[in-house]
Nanobody, 119 residues
Framework: QVQLVESGGGLVQAGGSLRLSCAAS????????MGWYRQAPGKQRELVAS???????NYADSVKGRFTASRDNAKNTVDLQMNSLKPDDTAVYYC?????????????WGQGTQVTVSS
């Protein structure tokens, strides 16, 4: 069974930084991408950042230049360094793995970690 465990959320003042970490355990084959999504109250879950197996990163426009995602393929971990945080970044952040096994696409999610940015 695949499990994703996130850590690093919390409360920070605007302009501050946080680092989120996600570690995956279990048997995962053919990972297409690892990344982070977030969901604010009353809003849909949205992509924050993702990194493909080749290392190509994709970021939401709202976080470009402030957030940096990194992954360790050998350890199946993905981190998100968040700088210059804004109140609009307040949300529950979810780690995500997109993989394909036997031609079937699988999406795995962490339990979520709360990030709160105060003004």
């Amino acid at each position: 069974q695949v499990q994703l465990v996130e850590s690093g959320g919390g409360l920070v003042q605007a302009g501050g930084s946080l680092r989120l970490s996600c570690a995956a355990s279990g048997r995962i084959f053919s990972i297409n991408a690892m990344g982070w999504y977030r969901q604010a109250p009353g809003k849909q879950r949205e992509l924050v950042a993702s990194i493909t197996s080749s290392g190509s990163a994709n970021y939401a426009d709202s976080v470009k230049g402030r957030f940096t995602a990194s992954r360790d393929n050998a350890k199946n971990t993905v981190d998100l360094q968040m700088n210059s945080l804004k109140p609009d970044d307040t949300a529950v952040y979810y780690c995500n793995i997109d993989s394909t096994t036997g031609g079937v696409r699988n999406l795995y999610w962490g339990q979520g970690t709360q990030v709160t940015v105060s003004s």
